[in-house]
């Protein structure tokens, strides 16, 4: 199972830094991604990492203020966000899958979700 938490209010300009854990085994031979959605639109790629040898994507959209790392030992995936733009709300959901390099933007290729967490900026 996945845990994804995090999310809040904040301010346009601000940061905010999303985590997802594993509550249960490991991301081992997995890749973990963030995607969004925000109101009235798909889901959307945001960020992903592959666990074994740390190889990230990055949606255009997000590329240079969002980071996406990973910590061994919490089993734990973060995506900091910086420099958030009204654009940015959604609810950001964590995936985890044997996802590879030319399906990491698909949904279709991961197995795991977590519930979701609210990022709201303010203009």
């Known amino acids: 199972q996945l845990q994804a938490s995090g999310g809040g209010l904040v301010q346009a300009g601000g940061s905010l830094r999303l985590s997802c854990a594993a509550s249960e085994g490991s991301f081992s031979q997995y890749t973990v991604a963030w995607f969004r959605q925000a109101p009235g639109k798909e889901q959307s790629f945001v960020a992903s990492?592959?666990?074994?040898?740390?190889?990230?994507y990055y949606a255009d959209s997000v590329k240079s203020r969002f980071t996406i790392s990973r910590d061994y030992g919490k089993r734990t995936v973060y995506l900091q966000m910086n420099s958030l733009k009204s654009e940015d709300t959604a609810v950001y959901y964590c995936?985890?899958?044997?996802?590879?390099?030319?399906?990491?933007?698909?949904?279709?290729?991961?197995?795991?979700w977590g519930q979701g967490t609210l990022v709201t900026v303010s203009s």
């Open positions: 990492i592959r666990w074994s040898g740390g190889n990230t």
């Open positions: 995936a985890a899958g044997r996802a590879i390099a030319s399906s990491v933007r698909q949904t279709t290729a991961y197995n795991y």
